[in-house]
């Protein structure tokens, strides 16, 4: 039985003060406030949904609280730099719209040493190839220390050879974890808006998959179903996924082309890897 | 300045005792009494607790250091090192004086206040730096002299060198031998030139050609790594480099910090407070206030419009051709003063933008060599997962059932992919 966590508006958090939360808030004071009062036990992390705030108080609020800066639109990467200061006494990840200009975006969070989330949708033929440099920067580039999701744990799965559900890495997954508006309402994360009610939120997912695999469906015969699970046919079912399948492609190269370069190298020293 | 640590260029002279040609302080005959420090001190700790930042380090420089007696230090640490206890701050000292006024009066303040340890300046061959009264080789020969005595005390040094016209003809080699083999000195750092203060023929003869520059670096790359590495050398700003691309988290020199203004301000005898040292002397425009003029250095510096320039640098610089480079992440644009005094603009890179590309691919190659072998080295045990591992730690590993550890991967030769880089 899986613990729900929250996404809740941060002025909510006497509400969910006992559950797991995500606590979300366009104000760095806002939060602060909010959350000094009284310890939250089950803090999972703290979401910035605004790169305009007044960031310093953040700096020494909560030390060790993960922080998730959420951007609007890549566009606004250069405002990174005064952000980076957080990542003296806070895990921090940045959140980027999958959106053009996001190879930017993803480009400087990573030279400062954030993690990336990328908030990806449909993407189209020209954003893939946009996302195609993103995963060619994640994969390759050796400045890059920071994960970049979903590309991260996607490759470790693919090196694992254990699936990692794509519901799951980018926190969409309704059984799992649930988005209370600001008007307090319990629903779905908006990426999934519309696909159920509150009444069905642990169970809707399912029988979406199920849907999705009919007989003849694109995501029948998919070699990326176990990581994908239909994650890119909402919401527009016939969306065509050549696009992403060779994001898949590209990184499952590169999971083999480490397990090979790792095999070739334990053999060059006469040994199996433990 | 926001973060946990925060630090402070000191001149408590503006006077120096020599005459360098390529000196970019404009000097004044100003020294700082000690109930002026005192001053500097309670503000400078004032800050540290409204921005809660826990721990100081001051670098002391001039104008020239040792143009203060010795006596004025040992009563400047005491009253500072009371006044940091009194508020629960750790306060760390740093000296960096040209020699030339060494004596064994220094010995005490040296041992007590900075550890026994001195940074100085020289260079080989030495072209610029000059006496008031006689040559480079005068101010050589004294230069010598005085470090050997301190040496001879236990006192340990380390070198800034300026390269010049001279260090590109006799070439890296010759200059490793200088310092290491003649001089004995294992620690040692080379700065580029820029044209800071007020002009001169040899300002204005800068900067040296990038790529014979570039050339120079990557030769005492080669240099080091066959002769020193491993042996108790330090070559700045090299030595950090290869600890950058081989496991992060290297203390890499100012000039390639993301943002220099949220690092440190200089403070100079007169209460001015400005980005460096070179800032402070030199350009009166980018003043960020006077210390002693202020309530409270915070509103000064939150304030201050010289202040947000530089803020604002590298979110302007990105903007340009410097988010495509692969060396972003270790670089941000380089140094604000180089690139005002060659180009009179902050909002621009660093010139020296060609020599550090240059330099940071050969770094980058001579730090895989290394890492290749340690791998293949069975004695060697890869370390755990860098801080890249801690966001996922906190939130998905609450939320995804499958929770891949990156040190299950091991160290491997060749490859480049990230999983790699991150454990090497």
Redesign the interface.
């Known amino acids: 039985m899986v613990d729900l966590?929250y996404n809740i508006p941060v002025r909510m958090i006497d509400e969910y003060r006992d559950s797991?939360v995500?606590v979300r808030s366009h104000s760095a004071s806002e939060i602060v406030a909010c959350l000094t009062k009284e310890p939250v036990k089950q803090l999972?992390?703290v979401q910035l949904l605004s790169l305009d705030c007044e960031v310093?108080q953040l700096?020494?609020w909560g030390e060790s609280?993960?922080i998730?800066i959420v951007m609007q639109d890549p566009a606004e990467?250069?405002?990174l730099?005064?952000y980076?200061?957080l990542l003296?006494?806070h895990?921090?990840?940045v959140s980027i719209p999958a959106a053009p200009g996001c190879y930017?975006a993803v480009?400087?969070a990573?030279?400062?040493?954030f993690?990336v989330k990328l908030l990806i949708g449909q993407p189209d033929h020209s954003l893939i190839a946009e996302l195609a440099r993103v995963l060619d920067l994640?994969?390759?580039?050796?400045?890059?220390?920071?994960?970049v999701?979903y590309f991260h744990?996607t490759?470790?799965?693919f090196?694992?050879g254990?699936?990692?559900?794509l519901w799951?890495?980018q926190?969409d997954?309704p059984a799992?974890?649930r988005y209370i508006t600001d008007d307090g309402e319990d629903t779905v994360s908006p990426r999934l808006e519309g696909i159920a009610s509150r009444a069905d939120c642990g169970s809707v997912l399912a029988g979406y998959q199920r849907a999705l695999l009919a007989k003849e469906s694109e995501c029948e015969s998919c070699e990326f179903w176990d990581n994908c699970g239909g994650y890119f046919k909402w919401p527009e079912k016939q969306y065509r996924c050549d696009g992403v399948k060779s994001l898949f492609r590209s990184i499952k190269a590169?999971a083999a082309?480490?397990q090979s370069?790792?095999k070739s190298?334990e053999k060059?020293?006469g040994g199996t890897?433990? | 300045m926001?973060?946990?640590h925060f630090s402070i260029i000191l001149l408590p002279t503006n006077k120096c005792n020599v005459n360098c040609d390529y000196c970019f302080e404009d000097k004044t005959r100003d020294s700082m009494p000690l109930d002026r420090l005192s001053i500097v001190i309670d503000k400078v700790l004032d800050h540290m607790e409204r921005?809660?930042v826990g721990a100081l380090t001051i670098y002391w420089q001039g104008g020239e250091i040792m143009t203060m007696p010795p006596s004025w230090f040992e009563r400047a640490y005491e009253m500072i090192q009371t006044a940091a206890a009194a508020r629960n701050k750790h306060v760390a000292h740093s000296l960096q004086t040209n020699m030339i006024g060494y004596s064994s009066k220094w010995n005490k303040i040296i041992a007590e206040m900075f550890g026994n340890s001195v940074g100085t300046s020289m260079d080989y061959p030495n072209l610029h730096r000059k006496m008031f009264r006689g040559g480079p080789d005068d101010y050589t020969r004294l230069w010598y002299q005085n470090v050997q005595a301190a040496r001879a005390t236990g006192i340990d040094l380390s070198v800034i060198a300026v390269a010049n016209q001279g260090t590109l003809a006799v070439g890296a080699e010759r200059f490793y031998s200088y310092f290491v083999d003649e001089l004995s000195i294992h620690d040692f750092q080379v700065n580029t030139p820029f044209p800071g203060g007020e002009g001169n023929d040899v300002k204005r003869s800068m900067p040296l050609d990038v790529q014979d520059l570039a050339r120079f670096f990557i030769d005492l790359t080669d240099v080091w790594i066959e002769r020193g590495y491993g042996q108790g050398v330090r070559v700045g700003p090299v030595d950090e480099l290869v600890q950058q691309?081989i496991g992060?988290n290297a203390c890499l020199p100012c000039i390639w910090q993301?943002?220099c203004a949220?690092q440190f301000i200089a403070i100079d005898a007169r209460g001015f407070v400005a980005q460096c040292d070179c800032w402070v002397t030199s350009y009166p425009e980018y003043f960020f206030g006077n210390i002693f003029e202020c309530d409270n250095l915070t509103d000064m510096l939150k304030q201050s419009p010289a202040r947000q320039q530089f803020?604002a640098r590298?979110?302007?610089n990105?903007?340009q051709d410097c988010?495509e480079c692969?060396?972003?992440?270790?670089c941000?644009g380089g140094c604000p003063v180089r690139t005002y005094t060659f180009s009179g603009t902050l909002f621009e890179k660093d010139p020296y933008c060609h020599l550090y590309k240059s330099l940071f691919r050969h770094v980058?190659d001579v730090a895989a060599t290394i890492a290749q072998g340690r791998?293949?080295d069975?004695s060697w045990k890869a370390p755990g997962a860098?801080?890249?591992?801690?966001?996922?730690?906190?939130?998905?590993a609450?939320?995804?059932?499958?929770l891949?550890q990156l040190e299950?991967?091991?160290a491997?030769?060749?490859?480049?992919?990230?999983?790699?880089?991150?454990l090497q």
């Not at chain 1, 990573?110 to 040493?113: E, I, K, P, Q, R």
């Not at chain 1, 254990?162 to 559900?165: D, E, G, L, S």
């Not at chain 2, 860098?386 to 998905?396: D, H, I, K, L, P």
């Open positions: 966590a797991r995500i999972m992390y310093d700096i020494h609280a993960p998730d990467f250069p405002k730099y005064r980076s200061d003296e006494n895990p921090v990840r930017k480009k400087l990573v030279s400062l040493n993690g994640y994969l390759y580039r050796p400045n890059v220390a920071q994960p999701e744990s490759f470790l799965s090196y694992q254990v699936p990692n559900a799951l890495v926190e997954d799992v974890i590169g082309e480490l370069q790792l190298f060059s020293r890897r433990q | 926001r973060g946990n921005s809660r691309f992060g993301k943002n949220d803020l590298p979110t302007v990105i903007q988010l692969d060396y972003l992440s270790i941000h980058e791998a293949l069975p860098s801080c890249a591992a801690t966001f996922r730690g906190a939130s998905e609450a939320l995804s059932p499958v891949v299950n991967v091991s491997s030769a060749g490859s480049r992919l990230r999983e790699l880089r991150v």
